[in-house]
């Protein structure tokens, strides 16, 4: 089982990382992994369910997913400059400017899914690109140091923690 160093990642990400370090996968295997997982339960859901909101102020299972994309794409992003020895310390992104100006009430459940499962599958050929020492460049993002394997596994994470979410609040 490959580890990290505390050093990859901020400790914000501990939670993240420990879920898909118990896994006991390597992070190829752990973003398909995680991929399979949100689809199988992703498409099963009603219309009624991808709506849905737990508390007013929450988001809807699709807005969600929005976020789950969003995301991905950004930490993608952060891997490929990390990956390139970018040392520019990158901007955070506030998650719920990006779900209120997603749009996604007017988004068709089905494309979102169908574009979650294109991203992933671009994440996967970008990690993959990589080699053994690429994986372990660092850079800095929103103030914090992380690796390039780092940000594969938080993208796992992170899916996996809202994926619980979803069973826990929403289903």
């Known amino acids: 089982m490959e580890t990290l160093n505390q050093n990859e990642y901020d400790p914000f990400y501990q939670p993240y990382i420990t879920a898909v370090l118990s896994k006991n996968k390597n992070l190829l295997e752990m973003l398909d992994y995680s991929e399979n997982k949100a ?3 992703l498409q099963s859901l009603t219309k009624a369910q991808q709506e849905f909101r737990y508390a007013e102020s929450k988001w809807s299972i699709k807005e969600i ?3 789950l994309i969003d995301a991905e794409r950004i930490f993608a992003y952060r891997a490929l400059r990390f ?8 901007a955070g992104f506030e998650e ?8 996604c009430d007017d988004k068709n459940f089905d494309d979102l899914l169908e574009e979650f499962k294109v991203v992933r599958t671009c994440s996967k050929m970008l990690f ?3 080699n053994v020492d690429i994986l372990k460049n660092h850079g800095l993002a929103n103030g914090n140091n992380m690796s390039v394997r780092a940000i594969a596994y938080v993208i796992s994470g992170h899916q996996l ?3 619980n979410v979803i ?3 929403y289903l």
């Open 39 to 41: 689809v199988i339960l």
């Open 65 to 67: 997913l929005q976020h």
């Open 83 to 90: 990956a390139r020895f970018d040392k520019t310390d990158l």
């Open 96 to 103: 719920n400017s990006y779900v209120e100006n997603s749009f």
């Open 128 to 130: 993959k690109s990589f």
């Open 161 to 163: 923690h809202h994926l």
């Open 167 to 169: 069973k826990e609040r």
